[in-house]
Structures are given as C-alpha cells and as structure tokens.
C-alpha cells in the first residue's frame, strides 16, 4: 500500500505564494509519476502538474509560468510552489501517484484546500 499526506494549504490574498508538500511512504518502488490535481467549488478534478521520478515535469497551461513542481527523492516528497494565485485557483489540492504498466494504480492523498481571496 502507498499513503500520501499532504500539508501547506491556506487562505492567501490574490498574488500571493504558496507551497505544497506531499509525502509518500509504503511500496513506492514502481512510482512512474507524482502530481497535483484540484477540485474547484462544484467543479470536477483537473490535472495541476505532474513529474516523473527523473524529474521531467508537465503542466496544466492555466497554472504554466506560475506553479513549479519538484521532488526531493531522498524525502519522497513532492511540491507545489505555487506564485500569483488567483481566485480561480481556489480548490481542493490532492496529491497523486501511479505506478508503470502492468499495475498501473493510483493513489491520492485526502486533500488540502487552498483559498485565495481578499
């Protein structure tokens, strides 16, 4: 089993930072990825940013230029800074992870709301 523990959510005013962090611990041997999705308020959950475990990163292009994941593998974690917040940013922040072909299993953490507003 794999478990995710996410942490750094809050209130920040629009154009402010802040960083997410997520631990994984358990049988992570076969991770191919880590990412951040969200939820919106009555929205349904949307891709952030992923990256692979040699560090290749991909982005949503509503949080390109703004949002930076990486990882520190010697940790297991992996972050989200996040820059410029708007209020539309405001959601749900889950922390994922899947593993390679065959097994292909994802796992998600319980989520950390961000809220950004004046």
């Known amino acids: 089993q794999v478990q995710l523990v996410e942490s750094g959510g809050g209130l920040v005013q629009p154009g402010g930072s802040l960083r997410l962090s997520c631990a994984a611990s358990g049988s992570i041997f076969w991770t191919k990825t880590m990412g951040w999705y969200r939820q919106a308020p009555g929205g349904e959950r949307e891709l952030v940013a992923t990256?692979?475990?040699?560090?290749?990163?991909n982005y949503a292009d509503s949080v390109k230029e703004r949002f930076t994941i990486s990882t520190d593998n010697a940790k297991n974690t992996v972050y989200l800074q996040m820059n410029s917040l708007k209020p539309e940013d405001t959601a749900v922040y889950f922390c994922?992870?899947?593993?390679?072909?065959?097994?292909?299993?994802?796992?998600w953490g319980k989520g950390t709301l961000v809220t950004v507003s004046a």
């Open positions: 994922n992870l899947n593993t390679v072909p065959p097994f292909n299993m994802n796992y």
């Open positions: 990256i692979t475990t040699s560090g290749f990163p």
